[in-house]
């Protein structure tokens, strides 16, 4: 066997050794880590107290709103001028809103000659005789419209939304088979395990704490209920974090929830229209049972005395834990005032569609 040579000594493979100027490429040079610094702490004491919230001044913040409104008024009126002929959505089609009387005596708002209709069955809206005032907050909603466009839109149109709502209702209680009953109220049940006024914070030994004024907000109307609506129901707290601290909702009794079922049941169409609108704005049964029931004229003669459960204090009740947080964090522009102005907004049209002069 032959003996190879090693490979240093190979004359074949040796390369002279080139200068670093000469050569294409650059060696890599590392250097040697090195530690952080730390820097010291500078500072002292405790951290600093959390952000008050601003006082808000509700007649400057009103009156900006009313620029904002203005300019923008000016802005739609600009454009709407400028508009070219073939855009007639965009146009408002009416010069006049007035409301009138037909022979059976329901109110029917007309837009100079045409009457307002119901979107589902395309026939003239009709407002009962004893809610002259519910026609005239309607026919105030179209006369502040500036374009067909806009009469699309249901949350510009919250009254005739909801009486066509209570519309569709009467209708089909007159038919055999009644479903929006049905489903209306097997979806307003649902809201009652979660009641927003059923929904008390755990205990704390804090003086005025948010548990103690969810207890004194919700005490009033759940004696009122109890007594007045329902009686010999238990109405017992959705969330009680005192027994086991389980923050999953506790369900009521089966037999509170069929005694609010069958009164539920019996409600006139426009009482029903203006309990769901309230349950759904406000997540509360309660306190929209309890709004309902004060300003009904089918319940004027319950619980007789002066009225004192009204759009703030529904309101007040269904966005408590709201209002406390943002009294002490203090509240997001163009959200939480948002928000409090639109449920007020909301609680308003049940009161209209609910109340009336008591005529039948």
């Known amino acids: 066997m032959k003996r190879l040579n090693p490979i240093a000594s190979s004359s074949l493979l040796y390369t002279p050794r080139r200068t670093l100027s000469s050569s294409p490429f650059k060696c890599l040079h590392t250097t040697a880590p090195t530690s952080a610094t730390a820097l010291p702490i500078t500072t002292a004491g405790p951290p600093p107290p959390a952000p ?3 006082a808000s001044d509700y007649r ?3 009156e900006r709103r009313q620029r904002q409104a203005e300019l923008l008024k000016r802005g739609q009126d600009l454009r709407a001028s400028q508009m070219k002929p073939g855009s007639a959505m965009k146009k408002r089609f009416w010069k006049d809103v007035s409301v009138k009387t037909t022979p059976e005596g329901h109110h029917i708002i007309h837009l100079d000659a045409r009457p307002v209709r119901n979107p589902s069955t395309k026939t003239p809206l009709p407002i009962p005789s004893s809610k002259p005032h519910l026609a005239s907050a309607i026919a105030l909603e179209w006369d502040l419209l500036i374009s067909a466009q806009q009469a699309t839109r249901s949350h510009l149109l919250p009254l005739t939304s909801i009486a066509s709502r209570a519309h569709d209702i ?3 209680d007159a038919s055999p088979s009644s479903k929006i009953r049905a489903e209306i109220i097997n979806n307003l049940s649902r809201y009652l395990d979660t009641d927003t006024l059923l929904c008390w914070a755990p ?11 969810q207890i004194r907000t919700a005490q009033p109307i759940i004696t009122y209920l109890t007594q007045y609506v329902w009686p010999g129901i238990e ?10 601290g389980s923050i999953l909702p506790i369900n009521q009794p089966a037999a509170t929830h069929a005694v609010i079922k069958g009164w539920m049941a019996g409600l006139p169409a426009w009482e029903l229209a203006g309990l769901e609108r309230a349950v759904l704005a406000g997540k509360s049964l309660c306190v929209g049972a309890r709004l309902v029931v004060e300003w009904s004229e089918e319940f004027r003669d319950v619980g ?3 009225r004192t459960f009204g759009i703030e204090e529904a309101a007040e009740a269904c966005s408590l834990e709201v209002r406390w947080q943002t009294s002490q964090w203090g509240e997001v522009e163009d959200t939480h005032d948002v928000e409090k102005e639109d449920l007020r907004r909301q609680m308003g049209s049940v009161i209209l569609v609910v109340g009336g002069m008591g005529r039948r």
């Open 52 to 54: 008050l919230p601003a």
């Open 60 to 62: 400057r913040r009103l």
């Open 170 to 172: 009467s209708l089909q």
């Open 203 to 213: 205990e704390t030994s804090e003086p005025d704490s948010l548990r103690e004024l």
């Open 235 to 244: 109405l017992k707290p959705a969330i009680d974090t005192l027994s086991g």
């Open 304 to 306: 007789r005395g002066e």
